[in-house]
């Protein structure tokens, strides 16, 4: 059966085209008015709202509604309401009123709220985010929402980051009309997240602790085969990998989520989804379904989807791409830059005002990006480096050098590109080649930041984009609006700021490590890992820009700081568990049965009375006895260290002792265990193997 992809496409969604259908014009038309202005919804047009959706959702099978939010676990959460409500004789009918819509009371008390709500201080609110489209999932109608407190402080992901397209929607028009852009009313900023990710047969996920407790494998000696001949990269996907993508495909479409390109990934196992940019609000709703729907439906293939940014030691890891740019309402992308880009001032002062903001505020976007299972990715040959630097490309890095130096740039004509086959056409080349191995890279209309972990979410690296973007540009607004001659202005502004920020841009090879001493040469930051990072999240610098820009209250930065922490250090916590669990339960286990089948292989042998060598067994058993020795060394050392962690109560410390302590013993821990598992035969050892996990999908 052929599929209807534009009939199937927003099937489940109450999208604009329902809401015009179902809706009076009147009150269609003030709808868009409210969202739109950014306006609150009157209490009847949104009872008028809330009887058509319902009546949509029962004739899609729905029963129940939820208010879908995002809280600081880094998922989404939903709890279910019927549309039921008594009737006499014990009768029932189906109802949904605007109060219903528009607000709901979860409890607030059991989500993180880093101190900013005692346990017994439980209400919370959610409120509908009416410019995110509410959806059907599991016959429940879902309403994208946002999450506070009683007293108002955000409890979500998804205030703070409306509040930063806010902040520079205000700023970016403050510019516009400094260009003559008086029909601009409104500035978005959109993203596309490439999603990056793996899948295992289930049969082999059930049989990893590790993997069940923490996403990511504790132990696992290196396969004789990994990603070393680069044949899986855009390789023939597997039949049933491709089911799966399918599948993938149509329930995302369903949901409206713009899934475009679908690939094999670089390593064994690893794929990639990327879509088509949305609103950034929008866009981050969709890739947390996203990450659900791979789940799920990978789960309905005997698969399991993995979306730790580390899951196989020594095997490339999971990132997600944040492609990011700003439009207009009018259509305009403010980072394209024409045909001629020196002469385009209007993108040249945007160009320069993301550039302002990446260096001015590195490190709060390497923050952005900080988390326990980031810390194995950043800055191996498979990411960026945890140092932020800016790809720009040739031509547009000469374009700034020009106007630096007040120089004439004479716009180069795109050369041709010969293939060599004399069958292919040439192709004009492209001026700006890409840089895989930059953390913040331009890639002709928008910019790529590649740093993000492919299990967070993209909310968190937004938010911060959005401010310090909008920060730039308050201070280009601000100097250019008292100017007497603007051009005069502008051409001071821009030569003053490309040369106090020139250092972020680096089209090097962010891998090398001669960049590392350029970059401390240049007096870029370098922070290796979280908490190394975190702190920088509350200096007064970052309170001061987000309290500037409206985007948190100082109250909720330290909130978000002390639950980094306490996920950071807690991640650890539970890895070190589990790792003594698999050793105590398992491993230690299969280390005395080897050892056990070696001796009687040598007893047997001396027994015999026969002169037979005993030698190699009696060298693997020697071998098998000081790893043994070693683990068990290991084992009591990591369990001492993390008994340890009873004495500590600041947040910062436990991170930094898991960091610094906990952590080590772990990594000392696994490499015994590593060599452990290439001696002892396979019907022995506990687990599967590297190899029987990446290749267990046919």
């Known amino acids: ?320 791409h944040n492609n990011w740019s700003i439009s207009t309402d009018t259509g305009v992308n403010l980072l394209e830059p024409g045909a001629t880009p020196s002469q385009n001032a209007q993108f040249l002062l945007f160009l320069t005002a993301v550039i302002k903001a990446v260096d001015d505020y590195q490190e709060l976007l390497r923050v952005s990006v900080a988390s326990a299972g980031n810390d194995h990715r950043l800055g191996a040959n498979e990411a960026p480096p945890a140092i932020i630097s800016i790809f720009l490309g040739d031509e547009l890095t000469e374009v700034l050098e020009s106007i630096e130096k007040g120089q004439d740039y004479e716009d180069k004509e795109k050369t041709l590109m010969s293939i060599g086959a004399i069958v292919l056409p040439h192709i004009p080349k492209d001026t700006t080649d890409r840089n895989r191995t930059s953390p913040f890279a331009f890639t002709g209309n928008k910019f790529e930041f590649r740093s993000l972990g492919s299990s967070a979410s993209i909310s968190g690296p937004n938010v911060v984009l959005n401010t310090i973007v909008a920060e730039s540009l308050r201070q280009f607004a601000d100097e250019l609006e008292k100017a007497d001659d603007f051009d005069a202005a502008l051409t001071t502004l821009l030569r003053r700021e490309i040369k106090a920020h020139k250092r972020i841009i680096f089209n090097g090879n962010g891998y090398g490590e001669e960049w590392l001493v350029e970059a401390e040469k240049r007096g870029l930051a370098n922070l290796k890992s979280t908490v190394d990072a975190l702190p920088v999240f509350i200096s007064d610098k970052s309170i001061e820009l987000f309290t500037r820009n409206n985007v948190y209250t100082e109250t909720e930065m330290m909130a978000r700081y002390d639950i980094l922490l306490e996920n950071y250090y807690k991640v650890l916590n539970i890895e070190a568990l589990t790792m003594i669990s698999m050793v105590k339960n398992d491993i230690m286990g299969a280390a005395c049965e080897y050892q056990f089948s070696l001796a009687e292989t040598i007893n047997a042998k001396k027994a015999t009375g026969v002169a037979i060598s005993c030698e190699t067994e009696e060298e693997l058993l020697t071998k098998a006895s000081d790893l043994t020795a070693s683990l068990s060394e290991g084992l009591k050392r990591l369990e001492a260290d993390v008994a340890a962690e009873d004495d500590l109560s600041d947040a910062y410390e436990l991170a930094k002792y898991n960091r610094e302590v906990v952590f080590e013993d772990m990594n000392g821990l696994r490499t015994v265990v590593d060599e452990l598992e290439t001696l002892v035969p396979s019907d022995i050892w506990p687990y599967p193997t590297y190899g029987e996990m990446l290749y267990s999908v046919k």
């Open 1 to 320: 059966m052929t599929m209807n992809v534009p009939e199937l496409f927003g099937s489940m969604v109450f999208n604009d085209e329902v809401m015009k259908e179902r809706l009076p014009k009147d009150i269609y038309k003030a709808l868009h008015k409210t969202i739109d202005d950014g306006l609150h919804l009157q209490l009847d047009l949104a009872n008028v709202v809330a009887a058509a959706m319902k009546d949509w959702a029962i004739e899609k099978g729905a029963t129940h509604f939820t208010h879908w939010f995002q809280p600081m676990t880094g998922i989404t959460a939903e709890k279910h309401d019927s549309f039921i409500s008594p009737e006499p004789g014990g009768k029932v009918i189906m109802e949904f009123s605007g109060k219903e819509l528009v607000k709901g009371e979860p409890d607030a008390s059991s989500f993180p709220s880093g101190g900013l709500r005692a346990t017994f201080e439980a209400r919370g609110y959610t409120a509908w985010d009416p410019t995110s489209y509410a959806f059907i999932k599991d016959d429940t109608l879902c309403i994208p929402t946002a999450f506070c407190s009683y007293s108002g402080e955000a409890l979500d992901k998804k205030t703070p980051l409306l509040r930063s397209m806010q902040a520079l929607d205000k700023q970016a028009v403050r510019v516009l009309k400094l260009f003559g852009n008086d029909d601009v009313k409104r500035v978005i900023t959109t993203v596309g997240p490439e999603q990056e990710y793996f899948l295992i047969d289930s049969s082999v996920y059930e049989k990893r602790p590790d993997l069940i407790y923490t996403g990511r494998t504790l132990f696992g000696a290196k396969p004789p085969k990994g990603q070393e001949l680069e044949d899986h990269y855009f390789g023939t996907i597997k039949p049933r990998v491709s089911a799966y993508m399918k599948e993938l495909d149509e329930e995302l479409w369903k949901l409206g989520i713009l899934a475009k390109t679908k690939h094999n990934e670089v390593a064994p196992a690893q794929h990639e989804l990327a879509p088509v940019f949305s609103t950034t609000n929008i866009a981050a709703d969709h890739n947390q379904l996203t990450m659900e729907m791979m789940k799920t439906v990978a789960g309905r293939h005997g698969m399991t989807c993995l979306l730790h940014e580390k899951p196989f030691d020594g095997i490339n890891g999971s990132g997600k």
